[in-house]
């Protein structure tokens, strides 16, 4: 089984803190993704990467940054966290496979979320 | 501009009877189909996906059909069960998913007794 884990479940902090969430797979995917969920929202793509090194922006890539030193790792960085971050972060990894695409079976696997709070 | 659009925030059905929660987009370009399921405090997981060569995909009591003409597509759950209580997403993406999924906003099913 694929398994995606995210350093905290609950994280508390104060604005302008910098806060830096991790988030770590198992299954040697070249893939990963930083999501956000807000109520009435869905989830919107903050970042992803798709090799070590590399990122690119999502759909809502400000007041955020991304590191990928190593494959399995994935971290997303909020510089100067603000009240609005408060969110529930959601990481995905996946194989870059568009085999699997075309016939129809999964490509993104989820950690169980960090909910974070910025008061 | 929202490019996956679930239109029912809410839907409630009797245990046993079938579940169907619909999306719309509206980008071409997708060529992928994800449907997600979502309980309380825990990540999305994965239930069906269709790609766009199909029109239906089945997976047990999880049907997905696509109608690309119509840029829609649906979800069915026969027989719906009370575990079935769960926020369900859509999602879509173009190049199968590498460059992330774009989510529709959910639609919470309640299937009561």
């Known amino acids: 089984d694929v398994k995606v884990t995210q350093s905290s479940r609950y994280l508390v902090k104060r604005t302008g803190e910098k806060v830096f969430l991790e988030c770590v797979q198992d299954m040697d995917h070249e893939n990963m993704f930083w999501y956000r969920q807000d109520p009435g929202l869905g989830l919107r793509l903050i970042y992803f990467s798709y090799d070590v090194k590399m990122k690119e922006k999502g759909d809502i890539p400000e007041g955020y940054s991304v590191s990928r030193e190593k494959k399995e790792r994935f971290s997303l960085i909020l510089e100067s966290a603000s009240t609005n971050q408060t969110s529930m972060y959601l990481c995905?990894?996946?194989?870059?496979?568009?085999?699997?695409?075309?016939?129809?079976?999964?490509?993104?696997?989820f950690g169980p979320g960090t909910r974070l709070t910025v008061l | 501009d929202q490019q996956v659009k679930q239109n029912s925030p809410s839907l409630s059905v009797q245990e046993g009877r079938i579940s169907i929660l619909n999306c719309d987009y509206t980008?071409?370009?997708?060529?992928?189909f994800l449907w997600y399921k979502k309980y309380p405090a825990e990540g999305p997981t994965f239930l069906i996906s269709i790609s766009s060569i199909k029109d239906k995909n089945e997976d047990g009591r999880f049907t997905v059909f696509l109608n690309k003409s119509a840029k829609h597509l649906s979800l069915h759950i026969v027989p719906s069960q009370p575990g079935d209580s769960a926020v369900y997403f859509c999602a879509a993406s173009a190049d199968g998913g590498a460059d992330g999924l774009t989510f529709g906003k959910g639609t919470h099913l309640i299937i009561q007794p």
């Open positions: 995905a990894s996946s194989l870059l496979d568009l085999l699997a695409a075309e016939l129809g079976t999964d490509t993104q696997y």
């Open positions: 980008n071409s370009m997708f060529d992928y």
